[in-house]
């Protein structure tokens, strides 16, 4: 499987049976970051903001469904999706709504899209979350968890690895936190990747949690000052 990260939390998974399923497409323009558009076959969005929800942006031709965040287990071709709801705040969602997290079953290999989780759920409902291979999670603050939250989630959800997301980047309008606070944080091996994207496979996964950071995105905007 190929993963490119256009930002924020728009991400591109392409299978080894070249099905193209993308998370979370952003606009660009909207968050002071370079467009990124592509043709998915399928589209996935976890809520209704406008950083997470330009549909238009990764759908094309060849798109076959666009999934709104749905909850439940839906088949998409070789794909299976499962759909959870959590809040985008610490408020019970009176603030900010709820999401839908993502668990996606993808060549064998199983990630977790955490989209833009607000607080740290009871433990019972991130059971069917845990032991993922791949774990998107939010580290930014400010509209998500932040840097901190995020390590503990890491720690109750143990993945193989993580991928941090929804954080601030040079040139990005909005306040969100910087990568190097979580970096300051975690404990977990790093992977520097140079550029936007990263195969992966079943054997290639590390037996303890790492840390994938990209050092630019698949547009090529620097994830780091």
Do not use: Q
């Not at 995020?150 to 959800?157: S, Y």
């Not at 040079?170 to 550029?195: C, E, N």
């Amino acid at each position: 499987m190929l993963i490119e990260w256009c930002g924020n939390s728009y991400f591109i998974f392409h299978s080894e049976k070249g099905v193209v399923l993308a998370i979370d497409p952003h606009d660009g323009g909207s968050l002071g970051l370079p467009k990124c558009r592509r043709d998915a076959d399928y589209v996935l969005v976890t809520h209704n903001h406008f950083d997470h929800n330009a549909v238009n942006e990764a759908k094309g031709k060849r798109t076959k469904e666009v999934l709104l965040w749905k909850t439940g287990e839906v088949g998409l071709g070789n794909i299976k999706v499962t759909g959870y709801k959590f809040y985008h705040d610490k408020a019970g969602g009176s603030l900010r709504g709820t999401v839908v997290s993502y668990k996606v079953l993808i060549d064998d290999i199983k990630l977790v899209h955490m989209s833009d989780i607000g607080h740290i759920p009871p433990e019972a409902s991130l059971e069917p979350l845990k032991n993922s291979d791949i774990l998107i999670v939010p580290v930014g603050g400010v509209t998500t968890i932040d840097a901190l939250e995020a390590c503990k989630l890491i720690e109750i959800l143990k993945p193989r690895v993580v991928i941090p997301a929804h954080f601030w980047m040079p040139g990005m309008t909005v306040p969100y936190d910087p990568l190097d606070r979580f970096l300051s944080i975690s404990k977990a091996r790093r992977l520097r990747i140079d550029g936007g994207s990263l195969k992966l496979t079943k054997d290639s996964l590390p037996e303890k949690t790492s840390v994938v950071i990209f050092e630019r995105t698949a547009t090529g905007a620097r994830s780091l000052p």
